[in-house]
């Protein structure tokens, strides 16, 4: 009989134990919505690395590390979040376009991660799509050709600031002429127009010195050439097979 009933106590406290268990409350991590993290959320594909930092002197930062030996011209970053019932979200590099030159192999670069103060920051961040000097590609078509059409606009915005250039050249524009142009709202959002306005507004003795006021837009006139000419010249164009991800 002593036996039995141990046997009874013992079954009784282990369904006790295990209802205990099965009742208890489930504890959740949750974090504020924009608490910093020191850790780097991290995500790699193919040759390319990226990877979110927190806390940095200037803000969030993406993180990007080219691991190809070919030089890395433009890549897709997309964002995407795990604690949140939100759509990912992307955000396009460009070298060409930014006029820096490509990333090689092992060299990295900081690009602010785009984010608004009221939002969370996003879990992770992937390469959606990435285009390599030699023409090498990766990732979704739709995303490649965001990224080739937005070169394709760059480059003829710079076609038009170097036909205006031109222009001005071979009819010895002056100073005020140059700046009156410039001031088109047709040029407002182009950095080359920007670049050239304000050279010649730091410099009014320009508008006495004809000859050093040609060779200052002639230099400039070269530099945005070479500009438009790599854009122009840069691989896959929109005929090129893609490759697929």
Request: with cysteine; proline share 6%; aromatic share 6%.
């Amino acid at each position: 009989m002593i036996t039995v009933a141990n046997k009874f106590l013992a079954g009784l406290l282990i369904i006790l134990f295990l209802s205990m268990f099965a009742h208890a409350p489930t504890l959740e991590s949750r974090e504020p919505a924009n608490r910093l993290s020191d850790m780097p959320q991290s995500s790699s594909e193919l040759n390319v690395h990226a990877e979110i930092h927190s806390l940095t002197e200037h803000g969030p930062q993406i993180v990007l590390t080219n691991l190809a030996e070919e030089p890395l011209t433009a890549c897709y970053l997309q964002t995407s979040y795990w604690r949140e019932d939100r759509k990912p979200s992307g955000q396009l590099w460009d070298a060409l376009v930014k006029n820096l030159s490509p990333l090689v192999k092992d060299a990295e670069i900081s690009i602010p991660l785009v984010h608004k103060g009221v939002e969370s920051y996003p879990d992770k961040v992937e390469v959606a799509a990435a285009v390599w000097a030699d023409g090498t590609t990766f990732g979704r078509s739709d995303l490649l050709k965001r990224i080739l059409s937005n070169r394709a606009s760059r480059a003829n915005s710079l076609d038009q600031v170097i036909s205006l250039v031109e222009t001005g050249i071979q009819q010895d524009w002056t100073r005020d002429q140059f700046l009156a142009v410039l001031d088109s709202k047709t040029l407002a959002t182009s950095v080359e127009a920007s670049s050239l306005k304000s050279t010649l507004q730091a410099n009014p003795k320009l508008e006495t010195r004809p000859h050093d006021r040609q060779r200052i837009i002639q230099l400039m006139l070269d530099t945005f050439n070479k500009r438009r000419d790599a854009l122009r010249q840069s691989k896959p164009d929109f005929n090129t097979p893609i490759n697929p991800a």
